[in-house]
């Protein structure tokens, strides 16, 4: 019962961090209690250290994707906050659409996040397009790697406590 549990709390977590939210932390809150519950099918302390870990480089992964990307295409500062909030807000705009549509919101919100703080403040419609596209990719980039890592973390802990 407990792997189960487990599984379904890693694909959920996958799904929100698909969206931009923490559901990689999620999964490991909630492996992380389980041994302190005193449950046989716990994973191991390793294991536990190991998925912290890559979840933390997860996030380093993320944070410079999204500011790289929108950097590289000459975006400002206000840009990458831009595509930061955008992603997050759009997000939750998405929600009503099933499975993807706050994935595409999270994008959507990305881009028009990076598009409107760079135009705001370079009144250039060229270079915010630039921008916008650079935020974008940004944000698909993170997204795949952080999915990828909280794959690994998942199959780290579920092997783990699958023992």
Do not use: C, H, N
């Amino acid at each position: 019962m407990i792997l189960l549990l487990l599984i379904a709390t890693a694909l959920l977590g996958l799904v929100l961090t698909a969206i931009g939210l923490p559901g990689l932390w999620l999964f490991l809150l909630l492996a992380a209690v389980l041994p302190l519950l005193g449950s046989a099918t716990a994973p191991s302390g390793l294991a536990l250290g190991i998925g912290f870990g890559l979840a933390l480089v997860a996030e380093v992964i993320e944070w410079v994707a999204q500011v790289r990307w929108t950097g590289r295409s000459g975006g400002s500062r206000r840009a990458g906050w831009g595509a930061l909030a955008g992603g997050i807000l759009g997000a939750f705009a998405g929600v009503p659409v099933p499975v993807l549509g706050p994935i595409i919101g999270s994008f959507a919100g990305s881009f028009l996040g990076a598009l409107i703080a760079e135009y705001s403040r370079s009144r250039d419609r060229s270079l915010a397009g630039k921008v916008a596209w650079g935020a974008l990719i940004g944000r698909v980039v993170a997204t795949t790697f952080k999915i990828a890592l909280g794959v690994v973390v998942a199959v780290v802990i579920i092997g783990s406590a699958w023992r």
